[in-house]
């Protein structure tokens, strides 16, 4: 969610700003049933994120800013989450046998938190995907930066950094092992070096 402070209004600025969220129109700093998400001061634009909200709820969210005289409230919208669980569609994949947990019939199994764009492969770790329009799927992992790769390729993956391609091999134990192509070497990762 992003909001932005035009004017700071007195001297002395914007202490606080964010964004509220409920359950009812209108909420107000400080009212119960508020969700309150802060983000920073002074002026500008800023974002705010917000994780675990309920399927198939209607969500009232304003930005507000705070100054030496008093609070200013922004526009209301209504956000409505889905009553499903999205499919992660980048993954051709279907829902898999534990709460969160899709199976790919190309990609493996992963784990996909409802509010969270990170998944946890399997094998690979955590990863952070970002499906273009184009087909495929751009892969960021951590000591790794961005790997594109898609249905026909894997376990093939595209190292933007290197701009050379990798294999992967798997995972044995708490390593990875992929190959990278264009410099003729292997390359092992510690899976737990991956803190996300």
């Given at each position: 969610?992003?909001?932005?402070?035009?004017?700071?209004?007195?001297?002395?600025?914007?202490?606080?700003?964010?964004?509220?969220?409920?359950l009812f129109p209108n909420p107000l700093?400080?009212?119960?049933?508020?969700?309150?998400?802060?983000?920073?001061?002074?002026?500008?634009?800023?974002?705010?994120?917000?994780?675990?909200?309920?399927?198939?709820?209607?969500?009232?969210?304003?930005?507000?800013?705070r100054n030496s005289e008093g609070i200013a409230y922004?526009?209301?919208l209504i956000h409505k989450t889905s009553s499903t669980t999205q499919s992660p569609t980048w993954?051709?994949?279907q829902t898999g046998a534990a709460a969160n947990w899709?199976?790919?019939?190309?990609?493996?199994?992963?784990?996909?938190?409802?509010?969270?764009?990170?998944?946890?492969?399997?094998?690979?770790?955590?990863?952070?995907?970002?499906?273009?329009?184009?087909g495929g799927v751009w892969l960021w992992k951590e000591n790794m930066g961005w790997l594109w790769?898609?249905?026909?390729?894997?376990?093939?993956?595209?190292?933007n950094t290197s701009s050379g391609?990798?294999?992967?091999y798997g995972a044995s134990q708490d390593r990875l092992l992929f190959y990278h192509y264009r410099d003729e070497r292997w390359i092992q990762q510690n899976k737990s070096s991956d803190n996300q």
């Amino acid at each position: 969610m992003e909001g932005q402070v035009i004017d700071e209004g007195g001297t002395t600025g914007v202490s606080e700003r964010g964004i509220l969220i409920a359950l009812f129109p209108n909420p107000l700093l400080g009212e119960t049933g508020v969700q309150k998400l802060p983000s920073g001061n002074g002026p500008g634009k800023f974002l705010a994120t917000v994780d675990g909200l309920e399927k198939g709820r209607k969500y009232f969210i304003r930005a507000y800013a705070r100054n030496s005289e008093g609070i200013a409230y922004g526009s209301e919208l209504i956000h409505k989450t889905s009553s499903t669980t999205q499919s992660p569609t980048w993954a051709n994949a279907q829902t898999g046998a534990a709460a969160n947990w899709w199976t790919s019939p190309w990609f493996g199994s992963f784990y996909m938190n409802d509010g969270n764009s990170w998944v946890m492969h399997s094998e690979l770790g955590w990863l952070y995907p970002m499906a273009p329009n184009r087909g495929g799927v751009w892969l960021w992992k951590e000591n790794m930066g961005w790997l594109w790769t898609d249905s026909q390729y894997f376990p093939f993956l595209y190292q933007n950094t290197s701009s050379g391609w990798l294999y992967f091999y798997g995972a044995s134990q708490d390593r990875l092992l992929f190959y990278h192509y264009r410099d003729e070497r292997w390359i092992q990762q510690n899976k737990s070096s991956d803190n996300q």
